[in-house]
């Protein structure tokens, strides 16, 4: 990534510019000069791109360590079973067997995974290991040994049998009546949770509306395929103290957990996260960690877990499926009256994240309408345990109802666009059923650039329609949080200065791969006027870094960000201080303008930048340590808004369709590093296009379990697969909560992905979506811009040519 | 985990076909189906021979009728590369471009890929995933998931590069039986179809492909749920050629749709007729040669559970036949 040569501040030599104090008049104008060059706003490359790049960054799998065993799980191959342990004998036989675990050996002790913080929706109903699994891939029994192959041997040197039960995978046959329980220790009736919100009176609502909408969507359960394999690496020393190496998005929450399971002081728990190779919301939960702590007590020796991908997919977590019924009540013009919102969520049999999820989508209805609710009923099944993912809860709910939006467009003769716009609500507004105001807004700008965007894009490609092939563009808008909505999130800084002014910056969130740690080195920079490399980050180890909330809900931006902006103030503070002790002056005799401190003496104003000051007083006789700590707790959750636009290519001979093209323009407020944005929205509208088109955990009946458990069989799109991607960021918006007026985008980009998608199958192909994947109704033209492909044509190039 | 085998490597062509027609030797070429399958166990070895790179078994080479004679170990890559093939032959360079990923072409052989196991979402599974159902025909058991009361396997046999030999009318030239034989490819992709729905061996090398010389041009489509990486959906191949007795020829094929490629011939035949004026289009017959062709795929196909498609979404993509007949027919006007 080049960095934008205009906008970069000139570098100023000033001649007279030494180690000697420099002595300015107080109206001089030349004080400019010495500002450094920005960082927000500035498209740095990451601070881990090299590493990564030469295959030198060190993941968990890469870290070594002596003594390493290793750990496996025996996990059900049924979606309901319960289970017996016959013999034992010729595992325990097996060259290089160190040890079993049972569920008889665990702690009978019920937790929920989710790296959520406490609170009363996250219900605890999961144990370590299980004599009775409820869903595919649930753990039954672990074993270490001196190798991965020692561990394969010997699980499969277990004598288990399985007494198999019929399982319930479908949420409505969950809450039929005679409905056999999956948690029958939690839920009498297979209801999970059941979240309700409301504003006005819908029935009033659409009893005066001129015309009613409704339609139920559903949604199919996607896995996050995060690259990097599930891992841990635990440690557990004779003193009792435990050391846990695993991708982690919440490694505060799983010390938590793990502390409470195992009756732990948290102190005991060293929780440090290694370069990481995604998450996407399956790392934001306890994995296996709990095992290896437990394998590990039984030889004190650090022991490796690491996932195969079908025990990724199988056993970490899917997005929710779920069965969405919308109903719009609108006026001739278009504009909303009542929404009704009920959905069906499939939770698996562990409640995980499910009653949060099911509560996300219910506070951003962007649209003005009086009347509103929402009811998120999530349901205990035996599919696969479901959790967080991009997008959480929101991008099911976005799917429908950016769909019958599209369909009520239709029906009304309405253009979709304005349409959307002329009724979105802006700043001051509030979302139904919620109780903050949205603080900024640059929906309008977003379209203006899409629209800007599709022109060129037709104008090279005018849309086809005759006897072979129809083009059309479907649109979706849509919002998400920065940090959770329920304003949990919570971070903090500490900010150490070194003598020649560089920083090292320590934070507890954790880079799970989108470059977090770059924005963070950035907003630190920036906040106490110095280069971006001056500034070193040290992050996600819960014995040396401070406390953070966890990655997720797209919040590190604006939770750590404001977190690292006031840890670096604070710095300036006692910057200030110390230079007043070494002035012998009063602080009040020093002014800051976030570049230079202006110290006002008799002779004049001297001026110091951060890395004179610093120079000053570190480390010295008359000096100090430079330390600036901050927390910052959300007051709010400022939502970015974003517009997408697909184009489909529906062919009229085969029925089949292909997306050409997909444009998204986002409200990210000030956007910190605008190529980690746009690279964002490549990754968000990738993973929406896979959701919309292709990918699915599919059961199969006779199996009586999933089939799509590796990547054989999960299809999800690659590089080549995905359409041309225009990224773009509305600009000129600040959100005055936001760090410089930054808000978030990593789950943003995904959510109007697939009804954008659909909305252009729609149009394209005049066949109505309400599913997903839509390869299920209509085939994709997989075909490649290969000329020796008889239907090539330039228009049919997808994104990746040969 | 792999069960354990011997390995051999059989470093001359006597040597490899003696090893790879032993009663219990299997041919490792590029390896790229074969070893998933073993690290499945859907598939065990007791003795794996690697062919060394044998000349016999080597090259894309014209003999002197005209012939393109393709050694069994050429690669995937090397027939989307090759500059013969693109010219005289381009269904088949293209079809072997279609398979799999870069990566996977730079080893899978044509030999291999026409050898390839016949796939189904409940044998191409982990040993973890197969232990909570019966074993089935192809892993040695006595069903089949797909047809609880078939008696037979119903796997799919997914070869692009057969598709593509069967509108050549390509001859596979083998070692079976202890003798040389040349297999048209139609029977030996039955032949492989029919052991290959069972767990006994095949006990065949595949030495080489011969293709006819041919005037005319042919065409290649496949369908997929991906088009970077996946296993088709659909596939079909046609040929429009001049017959020794100056009459136009066409040949059509597909694939994907059951235990081998089928040939469609009665399509062909009506094409064939038209082309060469033997009939005319009767404007009272609403059945066109595009609906012809699927029907005549229609009545062959085994439809079977596929990831993410349902049998439905499978027929539509049959409607992609009517682009390669229209294309062949359109070709046709040109040709005469």
Known sequence: MKRDQTKEKPTVTVPQRSNDEIVVDFESDERDMFEVARSVGQSFPRTDALMKTMGLAEYTDDLHFRDLAYGMILRSPHSKADVRLVDDREARAVPGFLGLLTPDDVPDRLYNCSGNPPSALIIPDERILTWHPKCLGDRILAVVAETPEACEAALRALHVEYDVQEPVMDVRKALAEDAPQVQPERSENNLMYHMHLAEGDVEKGFAEADHIFEETFYTQPIHQLYLEPTSCVCHYRQDGKITVWSPSQTLFQERRILAELFDRSESDIRIIKPAMGGGFGARQQLHNQHIGVLLSKMIYRPVKILNRREEDITASSTRHATTCTIKIGVMDDGSIKAVSIRNLLNGGPYITHTPTVGAAAGKKFQYHTEHYSYDGISVYTNSLTAGAMRGYGNIQVVFGREILLDRIARALNLDPVETRLKYHLQVGDHFPAADYDILSCGIEDCVKKAERIRATIDAERPPRDDDEVREAWGIAFCCHSSGPSNRDGMSSAVVMANDDGSVVLSIGSADIGQGSETVMAQIAAETLGIPFENVEVRAADTAATPYDTGTFASGQTFVCGNAVTIACRRMRDNLRDGLARFYDTDASEITDDGQRFAVHTEEGIIFLDFIEAVGKIAFGMKGMVVIGQGSYKALGSPPPFAVCYARARYDKRTDQVAITDIIEVVDVGQPINPEQVKAQVHGGVATGFGYAMIEDIEYNRRAKKTQSVNLLHYKAPLMNDVPRIYADIAEGVKDPAGPFGAKSVGELSAVPVAPAVANAVARASETEIAAMPICRVLPPAAYTADRRDIRFDDTSLQGGAR | ?336
């Open chain 2, 1 to 336: 985990m792999i069960h354990p085998f011997t390995y051999k490597k059989a470093d001359t062509l006597r040597e490899a076909r003696e090893l790879a027609t032993s009663p219990t030797g299997r041919v490792l070429a590029g390896g790229t189906d074969l070893v998933p399958n073993l690290k499945d166990e859907s598939l065990h070895a007791e003795l794996l021979v690697r062919i060394a790179p044998l000349p016999e078994l080597s090259g894309i080479r014209t003999l002197d009728d005209g012939t393109i004679r393709l050694g069994a170990m050429v690669t995937l890559s090397e027939m989307d590369q090759s500059a013969l093939l693109n010219e005289q032959v381009p269904e088949l360079a293209y079809a072997a471009a279609r398979v799999a990923s870069p990566q996977i072409r730079n080893l899978a052989t044509l030999g291999g890929n026409l050898m390839q196991d016949r796939r189904c979402i409940y044998f191409n599974q982990s040993h973890d995933w197969r232990s909570s159902i019966e074993r089935c025909y192809k892993t040695g058991g006595a069903i089949c998931h797909q047809g609880p009361r078939s008696p037979v396997c119903r796997a799919s046999y997914y070869s692009d590069v057969a598709t593509a030999l069967c509108v050549l009318d390509a001859k596979v030239n083998v070692w079976l039986d202890d003798r040389e034989q040349t297999l048209p490819i139609a029977a030996f992709c039955e032949r492989h179809g029919k052991l290959n729905g069972t767990s006994v061996p095949e006990r065949i090398l595949i030495e080489s492909i011969d293709i006819p010389p041919r005037e005319g041009k042919g065409y290649f489509i496949k369908e997929g749920v991906r088009h970077s990486i996946d296993f088709p959906l659909f596939n079909a191949a046609g040929s429009i050629f001049r017959k020794e007795n100056g009459r136009i020829g066409i040949r059509l094929a597909a694939g994907a749709v059951t235990a081998h490629p089928i040939l469609l011939s009665d399509t062909a035949a009506r094409m064939e007729a038209l082309i060469n004026g033997d009939e005319t289009e009767e404007s009272d017959t609403p059945v066109t040669i595009a609906e012809l062709a699927m029907k005549e795929v229609n009545r062959a196909a085994v439809f079977i559970v596929e990831d993410n498609i349902t049998p439905k979404v499978k027929r539509t993509l049959f409607q992609s036949l009517g682009v390669l007949t229209d294309r062949l027919l359109a070709e046709a006007k040109a040709f005469v």
